[in-house]
């Protein structure tokens, strides 16, 4: 393996882990709250078809992105009142939204654009183009530094670069403000939340509107920019893969980077060895397909050490009897 | 403190015909209360009189359903907490609200921020708070986390929170519970510097020793309204008692002498590590002989928990124990509940609504668990003899005074010390050799506690062995036979109540050997 190869490969690794990241900020940000979010996978569909049907019909990425993010909010909302206002069982809110996102997507589909439950595929202004850095082509020819800021850094998409921007920044949301220490003590013991004075389910709702946005943005850059329009199922369980790589991360942000990094590192190798001849037996395709799954169970069992969720997650706030 | 007395000041609190109903259930009716600037106002009752529901609407954690509230004669509402809090109202509930993984300084900064940032209000707080510390004994570490410090420590930060909001009105809600006597003692102290800053404090007890000890007014609820309010130096335990709980209360426990047989259980150097891998019992050996009471005195979280688990089969240990001089399986398979009953230990455990009842199941469902294989549980080979279980559970309850006696209401109906009344029937009916015991009154009101009391003296008069763990001194002092102190894991001494007080147990519990010093 040479060195462009490698390269190729950590490129193929972070446009991989771009949606991994942005969502598993996003359930990050609603668990860190107290609300757990199994529907993370049904947020990214949606927003995934609502971005590119919209920037498919107006031509414009930009409203396709906006499209997303509202579509994305609006399962929030839902999985906010049935389980901040309403009190019910976040779990299955999550699994209804991941149910309702895979119908309703395929549905609308057929209905506007009759491909077979896909969107017309996306060109030009429609998607979202590679941004050249400055000066990635005069350094391309340094050696060592030159080609890795070629392939590895300029020529991403602008969601990706925001994507990676959002890890520092929601540390220092999380770690360094008051809507942050008041977050993260919502997650712990909404009681102490509350009796300080402050509204626990103003502070739930923030959550899952940032998880709503945040998911938002990972379906538009699956639908928009990783490809050129939307297809059923797109997610492909990466809602799921990243809420794995949330534990993995213990809630942490810079844990996040990391493990969804992981994750997309495994998604690359697989998407780019296909079949692999082990001294005469060849690995089939699915077995390359189906890797990085098997790693995330394996990692979840075996190497994720004492995981402690927020203390209050999963149960609605209710004052003492 | 005299100036509280004077009537045209006019009152820090006062309440106008407060009601509040929970469903059915009227928790406070039209309660009128007047506190005075700068005293100590104890609000004594037994469980579910109410007295919580009133300051919780005191505090905007609920609103009543009628009523005015005045605060330094001025009426005011208060919707929500932060409501309260502007009021200058200070609120230390009898479960922390405290954020176990935030520091100190995190905590206290909660909700009461300077601005979007938290630096600056950190550094501030920082430096409110050693003023505070100096100010009122109130000295905390401000970086350490919550879940590192003990609960005396917890409740400090509890108050430096109020007190770092501002609050004039300090309400605290059963403070002591969950401390030892010297702790309780630093927080008397801490109270009467507040009181002569011209704070204004409520103490919610059901004890009438603190009443008596740290109050200058007292009021007392029963049954959700507000029988009297009277100076503390006009009153004593007996009539307060008598009030509280609507007639004339034994307050000692009347006990015979201890007849001691045979030693029923023998333990040496019984050792449990838990699932983190940090041994919470240290060698413990001791023994106890039928028709005696050993108490086991202790802060909790000092290996009690797992000595009682431990010895009535739900964790296990390494070591010996002997029922009868036999010995029990302590790791394999025999190592159970279901064995040790069968080896006659029954076990009351500290945690009725975890571990001694299923809460949703009815009444006649709870005093069966654990012996539903009896055969006299069983109609045929199938089915078990509901019907004949209800009448068994219907008996049961009436002789252990359980109110409702409704065997088919489920146990959460229970008031606390009906619940408890639900285990301890279930358990003594099966009159086993020994009975293990923990907290059997906590949470439960003067009236159920004497008759708790009672049967467990019955069962020792009957010959029995019985090993009691409480946090309650009083009642490790009153109702022992031999007292033994746990201290982190070991066994610090063991004492005859009549030849040891309060003092002296206080400081062994705290780890201190008094026979050495």
Known sequence: MDFLTVLQVLDSTVRLSTPLLLACLAGLFSERAGIFDIGLEGKMLFAAFFSAAVAAVTGSVWLGLLAGIAASMVLAGIHGLASITFRGNQLISGVAINFLAAGLTVVIAQDWFRQGGRTPSLLGGARFEPVTLPFAEALRGVPGLGPVYYELISGHTVLVYLAFALVPATWWL?????????????????????????????????????????????????????????VKDMTAGRGFIALAALIFAKWRPWYALMATMLFGFLQAIALRYQNIDLGGVVVPVQVMDALPYILTVVILAGFVGRAIPPRAGGEPYVKER | ???????????????????????????????????????????????????????????????????????????????????????????????????????????????AEEGRLLKPSLAKARGILKTLAAEYELNVDPDAKIEDLGVGMQQRVEILKALYRQADILILDEPTGVLTPAEADHLFRILENLRAEGKTIILITHKLREIMAATDTVSVMRRGEMTATIQTSQTDPEHLAEMMVGRKVLLRVDKKPAQPGKTVLEVENLRVVDEDGVERLKGVSLNVRAGEILGIAGVSGNGQSQLLEVLGGITHGTGTVRINGQEIDLTGRHSDGQSRRARGICHVPEDRQREGLIMEFTAWENMVFGYHHDPAYQKNALFMDNAGIRDLAADKMARFDVRPPNPVLAAK???????????????????????????????????????????????????KAVLLVSVELEEILSMSDRIAVMFDGRIMGERLPGETDEKELGLMMAGMDTKAA
């Open chain 1, 174 to 230: 999380l770690y360094r403000t008051r809507f942050g220490l008041r977050l993260r003590a919502v997650g712990e013991n909404p009681a102490a939340v509350d009796t300080a004075g402050v509204s626990v389910i103003g502070l739930r709702f923030a959550a899952v509107a940032i998880c709503g946005v945040l998911c938002g943005i990972a379906g538009a850059y699956l639908a928009t920019a990783l490809q050129a329009g939307f």
């Open chain 2, 413 to 463: 109906n229970f008031s606390g010390g009906n619940q408890q009344k639900l285990v301890l029937a279930r358990e003594i009916e099966r009159n086993p050799d020994l009975l293990l015991v923990g907290q059997p009154t906590r949470g439960v009101d003067i009236g159920a506690i004497e008759f708790i009391h009672q049967q467990i003296l019955d069962l020792r008069d009957a010959g």
């Open chain 2, 1 to 111: 403190m005299a100036q509280g007395r004077q009537t045209d000041v006019a009152p820090a609190i006062e309440l106008r015909g407060i009601s509040k109903a929970f469903g059915p259930v009227q928790a406070n009716k039209d309660i009128s209360i007047r506190v005075m600037p700068g005293t100590i106002h104890g609000i004594i009752g037994e469980n579910g009189a109410g007295k919580s529901t009133l300051m919780s609407i005191l505090y905007g954690f609920y609103k009543a359903d009628a009523g005015e509230i005045f605060i330094a004669g001025k009426k005011t509402s208060i919707p929500d907490s932060q409501a309260a809090i502007r009021a200058g109202i200070g609120m230390v509930f009898q479960h922390f609200k405290l954020v176990e993984n935030f520091t100190v300084l995190e905590n206290v900064v909660l909700g």
